[in-house]
């Protein structure tokens, strides 16, 4: 069982920074890749950001790419989303999400399905 915790949203100028953090309990963190999703309301959950376990490996959303940047920091449980040059349509709930898939051990995961653990959620806005 793996708990996660966000952290690090809130109101945010368009053009401007935020880092998400997001805290899990739990000893086997490093046994999981760990995603970051987003949900804008009346639009569906979308895929942002993974890291592999060992943090050598990463992936985007289309949307995001070049802008925001996952990291991890095992020894700290904690996976981090650093946002910049925010954009209105960046602002969303943000989920941090852990899981595995067996058939690809070392990927960085971009499919819902392949998360078994997620957070509450934290909110970010987005002014113009």
């Known amino acids: 069982q793996v708990q996660l915790v966000e952290s690090g949203g809130g109101l945010v100028q368009a053009g401007g920074s935020l880092r998400l953090s997001c805290a899990a309990s739990g000893r086997a963190f490093s046994s999981y890749v760990m995603g970051w999703f987003r949900q804008a309301p009346g639009k569906e959950r979308e895929f942002v950001a993974a890291i592999s376990r060992s943090g050598g490996s990463t992936r985007y959303g289309d949307s995001v790419t070049g802008r925001f940047a996952i990291s991890r920091d095992n020894a700290k449980n904690t996976v981090y989303l650093q946002m910049l040059s925010l954009k209105p349509e960046d602002a969303a709930v943000y989920y941090c999400?852990?899981?595995?898939?067996?058939?690809?051990?070392?990927?960085?995961?971009?499919?819902?399905?392949?998360?078994?653990?997620w957070g509450q959620g934290t909110q970010v806005t987005v002014s113009s």
């Open positions: 999400a852990a899981g595995y898939n067996v058939d690809r051990p070392f990927a960085p995961l971009s499919q819902e399905n392949e998360y078994h653990y």
